[in-house]
């Protein structure tokens, strides 16, 4: 029992583990992101987030409806991750990577 338990939990810690790796690499480096990611992802998936494209009017949208729904941060970090998403998964073409 005991080592079923254990085998248990580290196949948890793997999944943990390989989860936020996952996100890692899903998110471009750059200013905002470790924000941007502990803020969104505190209620659903990254991929939720990063199959999406808008401007920054849109994104703003989607983060201050995301607000009214109970995300939290501070207006700075806000404002941060609307940033962010707006440079990193705009429209196409413009300042997208």
Not at 15 to 35: F, I, N, R
């Amino acid at each position: 029992m005991r080592r079923l338990l254990l085998g248990s939990i580290g196949g948890l810690a793997v999944c943990v583990y390989l989860l936020a790796q996952s996100t890692e690499k899903k998110l471009p480096d750059g200013p905002g992101k470790p924000v941007t990611q502990r803020i969104c992802t505190a209620c659903h998936e990254i991929d939720t987030v990063i199959t999406q494209r808008h401007d920054r009017a849109g994104w703003q949208k989607i983060v201050d409806d995301m607000v009214s729904r109970g995300a939290d941060g501070t207006d700075d970090e806000l404002k941060t991750v609307t940033d962010y998403l707006a440079k990193y998964f705009g429209p196409k073409g413009e300042n997208s990577q």
